[in-house]
């Protein structure tokens, strides 16, 4: 469907990408400054970040086309013509993250002392992400008559499953958690634990709520 797009003397930049990009941007650069504070190296750190943001856009992608199949099953050229839209968050998230782990691993650092620096960042990235699921109008709540429920527009995948009918903006209650664990996250941190720690608590609380 049509997400929403802004167009600048004729090229068109659709919001979920800006988005994402933003949340990486954003969330490298916190990691690397709270990878410093851990005296990890700021050129693996800056390698880590580049296979980071390749494979995110590869998962993203390989997801989206995987769950759009018949969208691109006659055009095969589609699949790379990323500018056009078409990215799912945790596919890209999932393939980081894991690797990430290999590409960590192989060079000696400690994967959960980088865990631990990046946990922030992720909750962060998904908050951000989730704006742009609002902007998308994906990833939507189910039909309500409360005065915050929003209609998306028309062409939005929201619109096509329930037409002109107010939803639950659940995109906005994602974001919020996501940010709201950023912040957590950083208060935890304030106390010295075991390597693994701060990554093992936002991985349980992100669990906690599947949809975040």
Known sequence: MHPTIFRFHGFELHSYGLLLAI????GIQLLLKRGADRGLPEDKLSTLSLILLVLAIVGGRGLYVLTHWSDYARDLGGIFRIWEGGLMLYGGYFLAIAGGIVYVRRTGLSVWRVGDAAAPSMALGIGIG???????GCCFGLPSHLPWAIKFPPGSYSNFVFPNEPLQPSQLYLAAAGGALFVLLLRLDRKPHFDGWLFWSYIAMESSAPCL
């Open 23 to 26: 949340a990486f941007l954003v």
């Open 130 to 136: 989730r704006l742009g699921c609002f902007l998308n």
